[in-house]
């Protein structure tokens, strides 16, 4: 294993129970930092940093192992529980409810880098809070590329800790309704350039079914379609494995050009577009690259009118 | 004037009272065909069929014929009003607070087709009665291309008219909250393949700030991006003017191909992206040729990230 483009990885290892209209999964595997190492395995290895109870399903490491991941950065606290939420979808399926959160061993995780992960080059701070995010930059001294995510809970509290953390990534994924949260601005537009403002050079609004916008500096420089999904079986993870997605692909690529960036979106949106699909990892788990690459030019086809000038 | 590709438009010609966070104007040039008819004249030479009483400014009458708009299908109603909309935008500006609706002459209109209009091969039905619709319909034989816009209002209210319309139509634009209403579908894609299989073979889904998707036959086709700006002054029009500028652009092209039904999709989000930057039809009396060309090649740059394989 190549480690050098290796993706660093660190957030949330959970036992998900999802109801939506296409059915119910009990206690599966979850957790934004799983969906986000197993997109971005498609493309580059991958470091995760996480914890577990003693409950884990030992499967799920092997999964995991069995993907390019490594899991030395995984705790497992003995005799503790796994995090487990319980929630479920319906409707236009672009808001959860939450049934139930149960921290368990993830209430008291600190996150402590193995001496290898270290050096990684680009990491990813999957949403957590924000004081966390600050800890793992403090040991990642020569990353090139930072990014992060966050949600509503960190923007109204945490602002304070989350701020500090947008002055140190070079990349944020958010959702819309985040960001107009975050800088309290309605426009889109105007919005990202006041977050750019705050210290990312690259601001990603994911839409969910409206697709996602990437804004390079003060700038809207792209914007990608949606995957037309006739059914969307379980929404959860879909952001986490866009930011994976784009992850991997930024890493596999080595160049953080705009026209890289770019692709980086599409392959997120791609990777999205299949985590739905099915509950839990298990589009992932029989996913491939042929599969990938027929979505992304399917992609290329969706939005396609004329070439550039 | 050539005729032979002019574009039949029906629909309201309205003195508005808008008022949003950018300013307010009192008694403005407004109506659904008036903005579809400005956004076609850019492509096109159109005939405009509507009506409107004694105190309807002489000035916007000279205005739309000083566009290659023929205005002898506007009937003007001695001794009656104007049909007035008061209304105002706040927040994210996608939805319209209606403050008051006088219908005035627009009450009895019956759209009577001028002899030489009846001929008309680009015909679009704006959004008023489907009832009217029908009897437009019945006066263009030649028809080969007829697009219609709808709202709530019918949806509910005039639900089997509306029906009926649907079946005779090669084109509907809808809004996505419409086309949830109409089909009882959340699901875009597969209420778009409801709406096909009610007659239109084409259905363009207006998504506002997250632009539009065209669905030919039962799949989607294409996603355009809305283009990004910093400030909407006044989103009256926009949906009008995304019509009139499709249907300008495809009866300057002529052909019906895929191909250039796309290309109208993003002509047509190019006229609505600058209609909004000004109240009334003010942008529009100022938009270049050459403004227009390099806000299209904009929309290419913004969703460029590989050319096809």
């Not at 304070?160 to 959702?175: G, P, S, W």
């Amino acid at each position: 294993m190549s480690s050098s483009n290796a993706v660093l990885i660190v957030g949330s290892v959970a036992l998900d129970s999802v109801q939506t209209p296409s059915g119910v999964v009990e206690r599966a595997l979850g957790g934004a930092a799983v969906y986000s190492s197993v997109a971005a395995s498609f493309f580059a290895p991958v470091r995760i940093v996480g914890v577990v109870g003693e409950d884990f399903p030992k499967e799920h490491l092997d999964f995991l192992s069995s993907r390019n991941i490594d899991t030395t950065g995984i705790q497992v606290i003995p005799g503790g529980k796994t995090f487990h939420w319980a929630g479920s979808y319906e409707g236009d399926m672009n808001q959860a409810q939450t049934h139930a959160t149960e921290l368990n061993v993830f209430q008291d995780f600190r996150p402590e880098l193995p001496a290898d992960y270290k050096s990684s080059i680009f990491v990813f701070l999957a949403n957590i809070d924000p004081e966390l995010q600050l800890k793992v930059l403090d040991q990642t001294p020569d990353a090139k590329l930072v990014a992060m995510d966050t949600m509503n809970f960190w923007i109204t509290g945490k602002r304070d800790a989350l701020l500090e953390v947008l002055k140190r990534v070079d990349v944020v994924f958010i959702n819309d309704a985040e960001i107009r949260q975050l800088t309290r601005i309605v426009n889109l537009t105007r919005a990202a350039a006041k977050v750019h403002e705050m210290g990312p050079r690259y601001v990603i609004v994911k839409k969910g079914e409206h697709g996602a916008v990437m804004y390079c500096d003060d700038q809207m420089c792209f914007a990608a379609a949606s995957y037309p999904l006739e059914e969307v079986a379980d929404p959860t993870g879909a952001g986490d494995s866009f930011a994976g997605g784009f992850m991997g692909y930024v890493a596999k690529s080595g160049e953080l050009t705009h026209d890289n960036l770019r692709k980086a979106v599409v392959y997120g949106s791609t990777l999205a577009s299949f985590n739905v699909q099915d509950f839990s990892l298990n589009r992932f788990k029989r996913l491939t690259k042929a599969e990938i690459d027929n979505r992304y030019e399917e992609f290329k086809r969706i939005v396609f009118f004329e070439p550039l000038a």
